[in-house]
């Protein structure tokens, strides 16, 4: 069994640069996949980015440039870096991950990105 935490998000200013944190407590592998998705209001959770065991990411198309996936390999920790930040990029941000087929969650984050 495993449980993702995450930490960090709230309200930010266009153009900020918060960093999201998910920790995943439990049996962790070294192939284990982690990514970050958003849900907006009113929209369907899209994929933000992925980080695969070997090391190799993906990005969703309007965060490239922007945002940057990170993991250490120590703690397990996956992160968010989240630079210029949008209106549009206000959302709940969820950690997911997947391991020996089965997909865990976190409790989601809110970041608001407003004046």
């Known amino acids: 069994q495993v449980q993702l935490v995450e930490s960090g998000g709230g309200l930010v200013q266009p153009g900020g640069s918060p960093k999201l944190s998910c920790q995943p407590y439990?049996?962790?592998?070294?192939?284990?996949?982690m990514s970050w998705y958003r849900q907006a209001p009113g929209k369907q959770r899209e994929l933000v980015a992925t980080?695969?065991?070997?090391?190799?990411?993906d990005y969703l198309d309007s965060v490239k440039g922007r945002f940057t996936i990170s993991r250490d390999n120590h703690l397990k920790t996956v992160s968010l870096q989240m630079n210029g930040l949008k209106p549009e990029d206000t959302a709940v941000y969820y950690c997911?991950?997947?391991?020996?087929?089965?997909?865990?969650w976190g409790q989601g984050t809110q970041v608001t990105v407003s004046s």
């Open positions: 980080m695969r065991g070997g090391g190799s990411t």
């Open positions: 997911y991950g997947k391991q020996a087929g089965i997909d865990y």
């Open positions: 439990g049996s962790i592998s070294d192939t284990y996949v």
